[in-house]
């Protein structure tokens, strides 16, 4: 199993960024995913789930102005982040949700290698 992240970096507050996690070494198509994000000093914290069938979960702090998607045909997860917040600023990961949990907010059983998000005037 292989996750390479893409995108990230710092933007002002209010801005927008788009990451990328481009996956390799198991059948993409038929897992769920997921987005974790580490802010400094606290634990992983689940963002979102994207299912096979395309349904989407969030967490409560970027409902509304965080999106996950995926490419089924490029073996690609997304997450356009707009709107963001300070709180925001972390260690992103994309995570390849474990089968055999029937939950989708939880951290993952696979993980990217992560990517820097900060927000900051």
């Known amino acids: 199993v292989q996750l390479v992240q893409s995108g990230g970096g710092m933007v002002q507050p209010g801005g927008s960024l788009r990451l990328s996690c481009a996956a390799s070494?198991?059948?993409?198509?038929?897992?769920?995913m997921s987005w974790v994000r580490q802010a400094p000093g606290k634990e992983p914290e689940w963002v979102a789930a994207?299912?096979?069938?395309?349904?989407?979960y969030y967490a409560d702090s970027v409902k509304g102005r965080f999106t996950i998607s995926r490419d089924n045909a490029k073996n690609t997860l997304y997450l356009q982040m707009n709107s963001l917040k300070p709180e925001d600023t972390g260690l992103y990961y994309c995570?390849?949700?474990?089968?055999?949990?029937?939950?989708?907010?939880?951290?993952?059983?696979?993980w990217g290698q992560g990517t820097q998000v900060t927000v900051s005037s």
């Open positions: 070494g198991f059948t993409f198509s038929s897992y769920d």
């Open positions: 994207i299912n096979t069938g395309h349904n989407t």
């Open positions: 995570a390849r949700k474990d089968p055999r949990i029937a939950r989708m907010n939880v951290l993952g059983e696979y």
